[in-house]
């Protein structure tokens, strides 16, 4: 299976690498945003191997140098003007310019450059395509969680809809090009499905609203039988009543592509032996409002919910030293720690189990010890702490292979702490009858206030999860009447933040206030429950399982999820028994199927494509099923989203979603009250915006001249870039650009 990560890098490096000046070392390039994407994916000494001498801002002051150089960049208008003012005005920066676009440079942009004093020195020109964060291997972000809110806060008044939905129709044509950007990095020009729910109306900006939905059409227009007859008015006004996100994003998604494939028809290149075309499935948010609820016990989403740990990524943990000192230490949990990427979906009991069983074998392999071994969490962080030392070459490999074992001990530990402090065992009880609507036993849950209604009134339970499990109950009720929503509020003495975020889920379809006369919302996608449920406190699936399931049966009902344009062959069931079956590999498995040898009948690197976009965030449950039907139902399965949520984000965001996300943490002053740009290129230019540094001062120089040419160069922030390229200047040796290297100069 192609991963994200290896495909973004292979893209980057191949960039680089095409670049091979006579002079053999070339200068890179890059821009705020394009140097984080860089380091997202490589190291800098990965970028240093490839014959790179220096790694230079582009909006710092640089001075000229004797080499060509490589380009990396945000195809925006400030960046393309700094490029032609590299090389115009009689001045020179770098022997050559090979430009590389991170995302597709417009048309217009595209002229400029090539009718500048710059385009003598061009001597190539490519959009890469991979403006996205691949966060895993199977996982992609576009860590905009603003968007949340473009999508489903109302606007402030009637007034403002139309300005409301203008902005977050422009939001969503970044993210179609984002997708198509996945889709191009994939090589796969997939069939695209949107959910189109037949339960709510469209939300936020897009509810339907006489600022926004066009003229009636004239009386007298309905009594025509047919949609044709009815006539464009009719089907233009009533349009506003499925003009849902998804569709719209869609729809868009579909344009990129088709323009992308007519610039270049040999998309997608073929592939020996064939891969079956792939899916898009566009979703969002409001499909699926129990799964950011739900207290998960598998390592990655517990971990996530539970600790403090930043952007799902960053944990900060204190490590036992062989001396018995503690020091603060500071993870990153990727796809380059084994250890994470080999637990992360396993349920935390058998996590434990996996972590104590290789921690075992470590201590007897690498530290010479001879025993029982650990039986306990307790048992590892005595056994770590008195950790027998004989050499000093063994110490330092021994506390360099612990680290990550004292690194999951601390987070499996904590876990299970809250776990208990919490009250988590009974509180998840309520929380899986609620979403589930069975109880352990598979009956209806018949005593649910008599369980839930003490732990509201309970001190021991923190507020959050009295939250979580009222947004649950109501959700399981459909609905409940106001006085009987407002005894759980008192039972649970929510703040009036907290009833805000429980109220926030009617703008997500939900509905929370119900009458008598009130009859149940007929939705389509409904849980569906599972016979293999091994443990009672993870009985509830996302209904984004049961959404890739379907569809990989062709039993996914296209009313709900409609093909934009053309849609695949539906194979007959005799067909469809005739292929051969499905290999399924257990997550559970401690030895990973790729280290098992390739058989030359199983078309193992042409699996279909199965890629899933949740617009207003997606939950690590849900990133969870991607990788497990992956090996259930053999197929690649990616997942992306405007970006990862836990429960605690979530609830946070729904405190202040009625006003437009008004103090939030991804909008502290709420989303921008202003209409679209006039144009997309304006957009984009602003939100890759970087301010220019105020110019260096000079001094003692000695020519006025060159005190002029100072003043039209781009400035710096750091001295550390053009620190070293003077000093590689003027040596022009390896030997003295290795100690630049060793010395930190480099910096990225």
Same mark, same amino acid.
């Given at each position: ?110 002229? $400029? ?85 037949? $339960? $709510? ?548």
């Amino acid at each position: 299976m192609a991963s994200l990560i290896t495909a973004v890098r292979s893209k980057l490096l191949q960039a680089i690498r095409s670049v091979n000046p006579p002079g053999r070392w070339k200068i890179l390039v890059v821009d705020e945003h394009s140097q984080k994407l860089l380091g997202s994916v490589l190291k800098q000494f990965d970028i240093l191997e490839e014959n790179v001498t220096l790694i230079e801002s582009i909006s710092n002051h640089r001075e000229p140098q004797q080499f060509e150089a490589v380009y990396l960049l945000m195809p925006t208008t400030q960046n393309v003007d700094r490029i032609i003012k590299d090389f115009s005005d009689g001045r020179q920066q770098y022997l050559a310019a090979h430009l590389f676009f991170v995302d597709g440079l417009s048309e217009t942009l595209f002229e $400029h450059l090539t009718t500048s004093p710059a385009e003598p020195h061009l001597k190539g020109l490519q959009d890469l395509f991979v403006n996205f964060w691949a966060t895993e291997a199977q996982t992609f972000s576009l860590q905009s969680p603003g968007l949340f809110f473009n999508t489903y806060s109302p606007p402030r008044n009637e007034a403002a809809f139309k300005s409301a939905r203008s902005k977050l129709e422009e939001e969503l044509r970044f993210v179609s090009k984002t997708i198509a950007n996945v889709c191009i990095t994939l090589n796969e020009f997939p069939y695209v499905r949107y959910y189109m729910p037949t $339960h $709510h109306a469209p939300l936020g900006p897009l509810k339907p609203n006489e600022q926004t939905r066009a003229p009636p059409p004239p009386e007298g227009s309905g009594r025509w039988r047919t949609n044709l007859a009815r006539g464009d008015a009719a089907r233009a006004y009533e349009v506003a009543d499925t003009d849902f996100a998804t569709k719209l994003l869609a729809f868009m998604v579909q344009q990129n592509l088709d323009e992308y494939k007519r610039i270049n028809p040999e998309f997608p290149k073929a592939s020996d032996p064939p891969r079956p075309r792939g899916t898009l499935i566009i979703t969002d948010r409001s499909m699926d409002t129990v799964a950011p609820f739900i207290h998960e016990f598998t390592y990655q989403a517990m971990c996530n919910d539970l600790l403090q740990i930043d952007d799902g990524t960053k944990y900060m943990y204190k490590f036992q030293s062989s001396v018995g000192s503690y020091e603060d230490k500071v993870a990153t949990l990727s796809d380059a720690d084994s250890v994470w990427t080999a637990v992360r979906h396993m349920h935390m009991r058998e996590a434990i189990d996996k972590l104590m069983a290789d921690f075992n074998k470590f201590m007897e392999e690498n530290a010479g010890f001879k025993g029982e071994g650990a039986a306990s969490l307790n048992d590892m962080k005595d056994m770590l702490a008195n950790l027998p030392q004989y050499q000093e070459q063994r110490e330092k490999v021994s506390v360099c292979v612990c680290l990550p074992f004292s690194l999951h001990l601390n987070m499996a530990q904590d876990c299970m702490n809250l776990f208990e402090k919490h009250k988590l065992p009974l509180v998840a009880n309520v929380e899986q009858c609620c979403a589930t609507g069975l109880t352990a036993e598979g009956k209806t849950p018949k005593t649910l206030v008599e369980e839930m209604v003490p732990l509201l009134d309970s001190q021991e339970v923190i507020n959050a999860n009295k939250v979580r499990m009222v947004a649950l109950y109501i959700q399981h009720r459909d609905g409940v009447p106001d006085e009987d929503r407002r005894r759980l509020y008192q039972h649970a003495r929510l703040s009036m933040a907290d009833q805000d975020a429980v109220n926030s889920l009617v703008h997500l379809g939900v509905r929370i206030s119900r009458g008598p006369s009130d009859k149940d919302t007929k939705k389509k996608l409904k849980q569906k429950t599972s016979s293999d449920d091994e443990y009672e406190l993870s009985r509830y699936r996302p209904l984004l399982r049961t959404v890739i399931e379907e569809h990989s049966t062709s039993k996914l009902d296209p009313t709900l999820f409609p093909y934009v344009k053309d849609s695949p062959i539906v194979l007959s069931p005799a067909a469809s028994l005739k292929q051969p079956p499905p290999q399924t590999t257990s997550l559970r498995s401690a030895k990973p199927s790729w280290h098992k040898a390739v058989r030359p009948n199983v078309l193992a690197e042409n699996k279909q494509r199965v890629i899933v976009f949740v617009v207003g965030g997606m939950t690590y449950s849900e990133i969870r099923e991607a990788y497990s039907l992956s090996a259930s139902l053999n197929k690649d399965i990616y997942i992306g989203s405007t970006h990862a949520i836990t429960p605690r984000n979530f609830v946070d965001d729904l405190r202040v979603l009625e006003i437009a996300g008004v103090g939030s943490r991804a909008v502290p002053n709420g989303v921008s009250l202003a209409g679209a740009h006039h144009s997309y290129q304006e957009y984009y230019d602003e939100k890759y915006f970087t301010p220019d540094p105020p110019a260096p001062q000079r001094p003692t120089l000695p020519v006025q001249k060159d005190s002029k040419h100072s003043a039209s160069k781009l400035v710096k922030t750091q001295s550390s870039y053009s620190g070293s390229s003077a000093s590689l200047v003027g040596s022009g040796t390896v030997e003295k650009e290795e100690k630049k290297k060793k010395k930190g100069l480099f910096r990225f």
